[in-house]
């Protein structure tokens, strides 16, 4: 059972501030994005800390998981946080998260076929992206491109 989970048993979906971190992988003029299983959205690489980790180890932890791909150099970005990004999962379970953003552009490895959390993961033009993503997806990208 992970941290949040023993947390939920405890508090039910009461709201949470939870840390966090994403990972905009960019590879020339692509980013990498993945498509969510819970709402069918595409969404950059990311999720929650647990107990022990940095941010930074967060990062490439939850890369790994959802790409299969190693990340090198983080850079940091930004910090996203405040009620502009809390949200309500489609479970009932209520987040205020506080977000580290990173980018890199050094990674390795191979690209899932089927990520964890994502049904497909790939690499899009950052002038193309696709219609049915994140809203704060398109800002970031643009931030990090900039």
Do not use: K
């Not at 905009?24 to 498509?35: G, K, P, T, W, Y």
């Not at 205020?96 to 899932?112: K, Y």
């Not at 033009?125 to 970031?140: A, K, W």
């Amino acid at each position: 059972m992970s941290y949040i989970e023993e947390i939920r048993a405890l508090v039910g979906s009461r709201p949470l501030i939870l840390a966090g971190a994403m990972v905009v992988i960019m590879r020339d003029d692509e980013v990498l994005l993945q498509n969510r299983r819970d709402e069918g959205l595409w969404d950059l690489p990311g999720g929650f800390m647990e107990l022990g980790e940095t941010l930074e180890e967060c990062a490439r932890r939850e890369v790994l998981e959802e790409t299969g791909l190693a990340v090198g150099e983080l850079e940091l970005v930004q910090v996203l946080s405040g009620e502009t990004y809390a949200y309500t999962c489609p479970n009932g379970d209520q987040v205020h998260p506080v977000t580290a953003v990173f980018r890199s552009r050094v990674f390795s490895g191979q690209l899932a076929a089927d990520g964890v959390e994502g049904s497909e993961v790939r690499f899009f033009s950052r002038t193309e992206l696709p219609g049915e993503i994140y809203l704060e997806c398109r800002e970031i990208i643009e931030d990090c491109f900039g």
